[in-house]
């Protein structure tokens, strides 16, 4: 779907002609493309007195060939936990301050913090809160395609950061700003190979037929992984075309049908014998204020974005078919965090997404599997590009990004999710929305 507008600007006389107007700037992004180095320049690593992540974060960047030296930079990090007090909170500003200008285009700033509720004090949460502060504004205030993210770790898990770490600086995260995650001290493995690591993995993808789904199929097969990919049987010869290209499997079904979580069980357990990846992305708009929305329009959308999630996931757990390490994953919408005009059957679905994620994330911590789930924003689709214009327009540039998300901004982050190596990072939603001010 083209935004004539971001191509409009970032030709020669568009640019001119938006800078003199003052209108939206969409800088081009930097996205990830194989074989790219990991940040195309240095990260500057510093640290407020007394904390735990730089050295170990510096090792990571040193064995990954990036260099710390040079007067401008690719990325900024900040390693904010030993800031235990409100006052300690100066060494944000004694370290952004000189380093805000020596950011190149679509730079990465990282701040590093402890969670508030593993925090020792009163007074060591409210400091760590507080960074949520700077870390949002700075996504909103650098522009040029920089990314802003708090990443708070929990005391013990200084080593289960470097998957997300690396996806953060790459040209992976291009999209996802403004974030706050959090890393835990779960088991987790490191791939021998980091292009491709997925490698032996099998994973299911849901609605893979187009759009954001065949994005999802796409990253994770360049991953490594064996992708079956499922969609209706109405959508069939795309769903072909999907697996064909990725040498995965195609598998039509209706996720809603009676039998569809015993037979897709069976299915995987015959075919594969077990699922280390799941993501449930399949997922349907029926819009219309609730004064004037039928039953069939709320009951068909909870059914195919939530419930029948929750009857696959129980199936494919009670048969086992999910081992330790597993990555559930599932799409959820910043409409399920803002709500939406005409969506209360679309936004109910998707907050309940959010919900699943924060309610099983502790129930499958003893058996190793992490749920986790995206929030995309404003992503150039099918679904969107039906919109009305001015909608449309309103939600491509009401974001730090000025422009929609592509699908595969979705995908590589279900595919950081999936990683072997981001065992620690569970109960997360991670919005793909180039910080939208909706549901901010
Ligand atoms: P899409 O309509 O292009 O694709 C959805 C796919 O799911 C289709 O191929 C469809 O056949 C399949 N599907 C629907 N019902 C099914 C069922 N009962 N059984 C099996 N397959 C079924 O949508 P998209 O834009 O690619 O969105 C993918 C996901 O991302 C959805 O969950 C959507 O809600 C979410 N999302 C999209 C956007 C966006 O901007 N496009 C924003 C936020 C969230």
Same mark, same amino acid.
């Given at each position: #779907? ?10 020669? %006389? @568009?640019?001119?002609?938006?800078? +003199? ?12 493309? %194989?074989?790219? %180095?990991?940040?195309?320049? &240095? ?141 835990? &001290? ?49 959508? @069939? ?45 399949? @997922? ?26 929750? +009857? ?49 994330? %502790? ?34 540039? #009401? ?42």
């Amino acid at each position: #779907m083209s935004d004539r507008y971001a191509t409009f600007a970032n030709s020669g %006389p @568009g640019r001119a002609l938006v800078k +003199r107007l003052g209108l939206p700037a969409p800088p081009s992004l930097r996205r990830h493309r %194989p074989g790219d %180095p990991l940040v195309p320049g &240095p990260v500057l690593v510093e640290a407020a007195a007394g904390g735990r992540l730089h050295e170990p974060v510096r090792a990571i960047l040193k064995a990954a060939g990036v260099s710390d030296a040079g007067e401008r930079y690719s990325g900024l990090i900040f390693d904010a936990t030993g800031i235990t007090d409100s006052t300690d909170l100066k060494s944000l500003y004694d370290f952004f301050h000189p380093n805000a200008r020596a950011l190149l285009p679509s730079g990465r700033v990282i701040v590093l913090g402890t969670p508030p509720e593993a925090c020792e004090s009163p007074r060591e949460a409210t400091a760590q809160r507080a960074l949520e502060g700077l870390t949002r504004s700075i996504g909103k205030e650098f522009g040029r395609g920089t990314t802003a993210q708090l990443v708070y770790v929990t005391p013990g898990a200084e080593g289960a950061t470097e998957s997300t770490l690396r996806f953060l600086l790459s040209g992976r995260s291009a999209y996802v700003s403004g974030q706050v995650i959090r890393i835990g &001290p779960s088991a987790f493995t490191m791939p021998a190979d980091w292009d491709r690591p997925l490698d032996g993995k099998v994973a299911l993808v849901t609605g893979a037929a187009r759009g954001i789904g065949a994005a999802i199929a796409r990253v994770l097969a360049r991953d490594g992984a064996q992708v079956v990919a499922l969609d209706m049987p109405a959508a @069939g010869d795309a769903l072909a075309d999907v697996a064909n290209d990725i040498r995965g499997t195609a598998y039509q079904l209706d996720l809603t049908a009676a039998d569809a979580p015993g037979r897709l069980a069976d299915h995987i357990a015959d075919r594969h014998g077990r699922l280390d990846i799941v993501v449930h992305n399949a @997922g349907i708009t029926r819009d219309k204020t609730i004064a004037r929305m039928d039953a069939d329009r709320w009951d068909s959308v909870l059914d195919v974005n939530l419930s029948s999630q929750e +009857r696959i996931n129980d199936v494919l757990l009670a048969r086992d078919l999910i081992p330790h390490g597993g990555r559930l994953v599932g799409v959820a919408s910043i409409a399920g965090i803002a709500g939406n005009r005409g969506q209360t059957n679309y936004a109910t679905s998707k907050a309940g997404v959010i919900g699943l994620v924060e309610s099983m994330a %502790p129930v499958l911590i003893d058996r190793e599997i992490t749920i986790n789930a995206v929030a995309p924003g404003f992503i150039e689709t099918r679904m969107t590009a039906k919109m009305p214009v001015m909608l449309r327009e309103a939600g491509r540039r #009401m974001n730090s990004m000025s422009q929609g998300g592509l699908p595969v901004d979705v995908a590589e982050t279900i595919a950081w999710f999936a990683s072997p190596a981001s065992g620690g990072v569970t109960g997360n939603v991670v919005r793909v929305c180039g910080q939208s001010l909706l549901g901010a």
